[in-house]
């Protein structure tokens, strides 16, 4: 949520900077800016939209400048117009500041400002840290920028430059990510790491209540408030391998397509060396609990958001169905507001493909704050929850760039599927049924690819059915999660209305909006509950609903009762959540496509959301 960039070096500034934009514009994509110390002068240009429209206002010889800010907005303050695009400067444009996070005492502040006659210029948050800071006492920016956050409450990542201190940038964290990456004579800073990844493989993690002054000679790191102590020491770390290479649209149109038709392949990368014959088992190095601990586990609770909280729904029934360990799934916002208990007995998994989500990184905090132990299952290395669980699976599914989650999500339910084997053998799972789940495990990433060849009956039906004004989808005990995710993807980013409930919920309401306008999507797994799946089924039928199935079952009668059957590979029923995920994001991909939608980048989302 808002991507930071920025850079000191001898490299010109301004393509840098934008390339840095380009990577992280799927943080946010309503407005960008970027300022440049050129010459002892600081020149800032901004504008509202996509980062193609600040790229038609700059000059087309670049800025000489190698020293720069930039940003790209995802709004929280202030609709998304030139004047609330970031950069945010003061009155007489020497002093400029980008930032992630809401600044809680932001109007207080600006009243503490009304006897200097300051002309604001935005609506934002943001702007009155630029005339703070340049009113701030102080010889140098670092001084300046220290004593105005000691008067801010609120959560940021910044970054700050000043005309009259060339080849600085000073930047400071609180709540929001803040990456410095070490170069030849250069430094940089970014949001995320993945802006970093093309220049360097060298960074350190300025954590909550730092700061730190880059200059081409390298970084000093220090407590904002520096009457606490900060860390001292070598903290550099290497960039990943998977960040590094780069990641692009492999010649698709979109993200998302590429996403989707990566998955056997990013599966099989979660799965890797994760598998154990010996045992029949799965092999989680990175869980830092042994058997001893794992098998005293009275229960677990799953956190999440988005589709990392859905992903957490169909987790929670694998664990619970095969491990026989209670287990739910919540929302990680509405777990951390409601004071909740923490048992010594459970175990608290986050979920998250970026790692940098607010709202699930506070809730780990706040269980950790009071005893409780946290593991994770998160796709960003490195990134804020990684660093802060007592451990966890890495999902290994590679940067996901589209704003929709897919193959994320996909890699977070292996993830799942991996634990809750693991559990299930500490448990009472025989080494047999053990062998048999690791066989299906093994043969997932075809799986996938079978799940994936239903894409041309799946754009059949999205010709049909993507003009409709609503959809449900529907789906009972384990396929209740993949029903909730299906609905999703489609609402992201086709902007159809889509409602999901447990399919026995379906009499108890929505029902009554069931009409041939109105088609259901039935997740009806080849389980011990079809015949009460298919009961919802010719509900539906009886009312006239049309009805689009996804199914491993070959039953005659859902030709003759479905008004299209989309059949997916048969497999173990731990995986089918899996699986029958996948139909699911291609038919969200087809009719968004057909609607002519800007599937990569939805309206009003954010790949990754760092602020409450
Ligand atoms: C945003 C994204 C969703 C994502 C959710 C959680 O809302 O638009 O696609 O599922 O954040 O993100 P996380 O990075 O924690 O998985």
């Not at 098998?295 to 619970?320: F, H, K, T, V």
Request: with cysteine; net charge negative.
């Amino acid at each position: 949520m808002c991507g930071i960039i920025g850079y000191t070096g001898h490299q010109s500034v301004q393509p840098l900077l934008i390339d840095g934009l380009r990577t992280l514009e799927y943080r946010g994509y309503d407005s960008s800016g970027i300022s440049i110390l050129s010459r002892g002068k600081l020149k800032t240009w901004k504008a509202a939209g996509k980062l193609d429209s600040l790229v038609g206002q700059l000059p087309a010889k670049p800025s000489s400048g190698s020293t720069g800010i930039g940003h790209t907005r995802w709004a929280t303050h202030g609709a998304p117009t030139d004047e609330n695009a970031h950069p945010h400067t003061n009155n007489d444009g020497a002093i400029a500041v980008v930032h992630n996070g809401i600044i809680e005492n932001a109007d207080a502040l600006k009243q503490s400002l009304a006897p200097h006659n300051i002309a604001f210029a935005s609506d934002t948050d943001t702007e009155v840290l630029a005339h703070l800071i340049a009113l701030a006492p102080g010889n140098t920016l670092t001084e300046r920028v220290r004593h105005t956050l000691l008067k801010v409450n609120g959560t940021y990542g910044l970054a700050v430059v000043d005309a009259n201190e060339p080849g600085v940038v000073v930047v400071a964290r609180n709540g929001s990510p803040v990456i410095i990456g070490h170069g030849d004579n250069e430094m940089f800073v970014a949001s995320d790491m993945s802006a970093l990844a093309r220049h360097t493989r060298e960074v350190s993690h300025l954590e909550d209540g730092e700061m730190a002054k880059l200059t081409t000679k390298g970084c000093e790191i220090s407590a904002i408030d520096d009457r606490l102590l900060h860390r001292t020491g070598q903290r550099s770390t290497i960039i990943p391998e998977e960040i590094s290479q780069q990641y692009d649209r492999g010649g698709y149109e979109h993200y998302l397509y590429r996403e989707i038709t990566d998955q056997s392949e990013t599966v099989r990368r979660t799965l890797g060396g994760r598998i154990d014959r010996r045992f029949n088992t799965a092999h989680l190095g990175g869980l830092n609990l042994d058997a001893r601990e794992l098998i005293n586990l009275g229960r677990i609770r799953i956190l999440g958001c988005g589709s990392a909280y859905y992903a957490g729904g169909a987790g929670a029934d694998m664990i619970e169905s095969l491990a026989r360990i209670p287990c739910s799934a919540e929302p990680a916002a509405e777990f951390r507001y409601r004071n909740p208990v923490i048992e010594r007995d459970t175990l608290y998994i986050v979920v998250s493909q970026s790692g940098e989500t607010f709202d699930t990184l506070a809730a780990t905090r706040e269980i950790k704050r009071k005893g409780g132990r946290v593991l994770g299952i998160v796709n960003g290395v490195g990134s804020t929850i990684a660093r802060e669980v007592d451990g966890g699976i890495y999902m290994h599914a590679g940067p996901e760039m589209s704003v929709a989650s897919t193959k994320a999500y996909t890699s977070m339910l292996t993830c799942f599927a991996l634990l809750a084997l693991h559990l299930a053998r500490i448990r009472d799972l025989s080494p047999q049924r053990g062998g048999a789940l690791i066989d299906a495990l093994d043969a997932l990433p075809d799986l996938i690819e079978g799940a994936l060849a239903t894409e041309e009956k799946v754009i059949t039906i999205a010709e049909q059915y993507h003009r409709v004004n609503s959809l449900f989808f529907i789906g009972r005990a384990s396929a209740c999660a993949t029903a909730h995710e299906g609905a999703q993807k489609l609402k992201e980013i086709s902007y159809i209305h889509a409602e999901s409930y447990p399919a026995s919920e379906l009499k108890h309401g929505p029902l009554a909006l069931i009409s041939p306008e109105t088609p259901t999507v039935v997740i009806l797994p080849d389980d011990d509950l079809f015949e009460k799946s298919f009961a919802s089924l010719a509900e539906i039928k009886a009312r006239q609903g049309p009805a689009i199935v996804v199914t491993q079952s070959t039953d005659d009668r859902l030709n003759t009762t479905a008004d299209a059957v989309i059949n997916v590979p048969a497999s173990d029923p731990l995986l089918h959540p899996i699986i029958m995920g996948i139909p699911l994001q291609l038919f969200a991909y087809h009719c968004a496509r057909l609607l002519k939608r800007d599937i990569d980048q939805p309206r009003n989302l954010a790949k990754s959301v760092t602020v409450e």
